[in-house]
């Protein structure tokens, strides 16, 4: 069976969104003896160019053309795509013949102008979130999923979970043995569950000249201790109130999800990595009770820390 991917471009897209979509689809196809043909798209055909310069060349979408997967990839050019509604509409017309449309990073916002993700849940690259959520206080934004399923609509964080988003759909295609050869082909993991933090580290949201990137490399290595508001606050020198509202408008999030998160990425690297009791790692990342910690891993990966650990060992 052979299932058509549109890879639909506008100008100023993001050249990595596109390409790994495309790789992920392409291995895939290798592996299961060409079960995708990809097509890359855009309004009226013709080279595209990204956001690096680099230019595709594409087919124009046209109506009588049927998909499986239509793919609207994110890129600073999405802001202007928002007003084309030439576009728009194309993209309405096909998402109703489709089987499956799906977005990578900012390409929600395409998907969010034609009312596609009222009252679904979808995701986006974090810096876009909130942005998200002004504009289409329909959407149920998920901030912090790497990818987002919502009957027939898909959603993704930037470029990489673009990646997982990809893998998930060949899985559910296909199923698992191609979607992990897959991810061995491309050298990633196989498996981010599409609820984990968009954040491999909550260093990541700062750089080295933020003036909490201290603080927290200071917390991630006094994760047992009692890491409340006051003594982070004390530990900058400010004020709890001024450091709590200072803190969310440079990082994003509160202090308390911060160090949430920075406690469950160094709990789920001992879960995954070791045969240490769950207790004990709840006890030593600063969870205390095991039930806390099953809570915290819920909001951040969608999965217990048992089924963390035997997703692992299976690997």
């Not at 798209?41 to 160019?49: Q, Y």
């Amino acid at each position: 069976m052979i299932r058509r991917i549109g890879i639909l471009l506008y100008p100023d897209f993001q050249l990595l969104d596109a390409a790994g979509v495309t790789a992920a689809f392409e291995i895939a196809s290798t592996l299961a003896a060409e079960i995708y043909e990809i097509s890359p798209l855009s309004r009226e055909g013709g080279s595209i160019r990204s956001s690096s310069g680099i230019a595709l060349e594409t087919c124009p979408l046209q109506e009588n053309e049927q998909f499986d997967t239509l793919v609207i990839v994110g890129g600073e050019g999405h802001k202007t795509a928002m007003s084309c509604p030439k576009l728009l509409a194309s993209i309405k017309y096909h998402a109703a013949k489709t089987r499956r449309i799906c977005s990578i990073c900012s390409g929600a916002f395409l998907l969010a102008q034609i009312g596609l993700l009222d009252e679904r849940r979808a995701t986006t690259h974090w810096q876009y979130a909130e942005r998200l959520k002004a504009l289409f206080p329909r959407v149920k934004v998920e901030a912090d999923a790497i990818h987002v399923q919502d009957g027939t609509v898909w959603t993704s964080a930037g470029i990489s979970a673009g990646i997982d988003l990809t893998l998930a759909m060949i899985t559910e295609d296909i199923g698992e043995d191609i979607a992990r050869r897959t991810a061995q082909q491309m050298v990633v993991f196989y498996r981010r569950p599409g609820g984990q933090s968009q954040f491999s580290t909550l260093l990541e949201m700062t750089n080295s000249h933020d003036r909490f990137a201290d603080l927290l490399g200071w917390a991630r290595s006094h994760l047992s201790e009692r890491l409340t508001v006051e003594s982070l606050a004390c530990q900058m020198g400010m004020s709890p109130r001024n450091f709590s509202r200072t803190f969310q408008a440079s990082v994003g999030i509160s202090p308390a999800r911060a160090i949430e998160r920075l406690r469950v990425e160094a709990a789920r690297e001992r879960v995954e990595r070791s045969n240490v009791p769950i207790e004990t790692i709840a006890m030593t990342s600063g969870f205390h009770d095991p039930e806390r910690m099953r809570r915290a891993f819920l909001r951040a990966f969608g999965q217990p820390p048992q089924a963390i650990r035997r997703n692992a060992q299976r690997e």
